[in-house]
């Protein structure tokens, strides 16, 4: 490929945004994740609506999944899901299991 990279824009927080801090963000979306609550129940705690609180969910999942991902896993880095490697580490199974 030839030129130059391309780059994101850089993350800007609107006026009224209802979730300004990233401690705000990380209540959200781990007590979404904690009660599991309908969207509009959820979304009314924090002050959205449900089309709000649903695009806010969708983006703020993506941390704590990628987090779990990077980890809790066992394989080496730049490897997701490493058939060998999970082969090869020595997980004892309880006595009967086999």
Same mark, same amino acid.
């Given at each position: 490929?030839?030129?130059?990279?391309? #780059?994101?824009?850089? *993350?800007?927080? @609107?006026?009224?945004?209802?979730l300004p801090s990233a401690e705000d963000r990380l209540l959200f979306i781990?007590? *979404?994740?904690?009660v599991a609550a309908l969207q509009v129940a959820h979304g009314a705690l924090f002050g959205m609506t449900q089309s709000n609180?649903?695009?806010?969910?969708?983006?703020?999942?993506?941390?704590?999944?990628? #987090?779990?991902?990077d980890f809790l896993s066992d #394989? @080496?880095?730049?490897?997701?899901?490493d058939k060998p490697i999970a082969d090869q580490t020595p997980y004892p199974l309880p006595e009967g299991s086999e």
């Open positions: 490929m030839e030129g130059k990279p391309r #780059t994101g824009r850089r *993350y800007s927080q @609107y006026a009224n945004c209802p781990l007590s *979404y994740l904690k609180a649903n695009k806010w969910i969708h983006v703020l999942l993506v941390v704590p999944h990628q #987090t779990l991902l #394989t @080496y880095e730049g490897s997701r899901h």
